[in-house]
């Protein structure tokens, strides 16, 4: 069986450290919680750490929080409905709930898969392009910069994937993004089987 995160040393973050340079964030996500009967990720950092977690659970109202490794949470990602467009999946920090920092919608035309709009003044939109199925997709920011990418994993399947993060991009909120995206994209979505 194929280890999810192998210790490999030293790693590109670290030998970057040592010639001062700052390299882009890389994070193994794994989607299963690590908790008996729950669904949800477990992402490990480059030195195989835990990082963030999601855990859901059945019985859950309909979101999904994006927890720290001590369990406290960074971002909560809730579906809401829309009235003749469809859905879209609101971003909220910690467990605020009166108040989304961003929005995601699927589409936005051309290349675009999923667009992500700030619903704060402080936020900068981004699209996304590529396929999260394949988990091969890209986050670009309002002046077409790569932000941050899912890629795939090598040989271990769709459930194990990478996310890389470029220097000065909120890892947390990066990490949220993709937990929207696998509430649109993924099969089958930790948000659906509750609330449809």
Not at 66 to 72: I, K, V
Not at 164 to 171: A, F, L
Request: proline share 6%.
């Amino acid at each position: 069986m194929a280890k999810v995160h192998p210790n490999v040393l030293p790693s590109p973050a670290e030998r970057a450290a040592a010639a001062g340079e700052e390299e882009p964030t890389s994070l193994t996500v794994w989607r299963k919680s690590l908790l008996f009967n729950c669904r949800g990720f477990t992402v490990f950092d480059a030195k195989g750490d835990l990082a963030y977690r999601v855990d859901s659970y059945d019985d859950a109202e309909a979101e999904v929080v994006l927890m720290d490794p001590a369990g406290r949470p960074a971002f909560t990602v809730r579906r809401k409905r829309l009235s003749l467009s469809g859905e879209q999946w609101l971003i909220f920090a910690g467990e605020e709930a009166r108040r989304p920092v961003y929005a995601v919608k699927r589409g936005g035309g051309g290349k675009s898969m999923a667009r992500v709009a700030p619903q704060c003044a402080a936020g900068a939109p981004f699209e996304v392009e590529g396929s999260y199925g394949r988990r091969r997709c890209v986050v670009y920011d309002g002046e077409r910069r790569a932000v941050a990418e899912v890629q795939p994993k090598e040989a271990v399947g769709t459930d194990v994937f990478r996310l890389v993060v470029q220097p000065g991009v909120d890892v947390s909120l990066a990490m949220a993004v993709v937990v929207a995206l696998d509430q649109m994209f993924g099969r089958p979505s930790l948000l659906r089987s509750w609330s449809s």
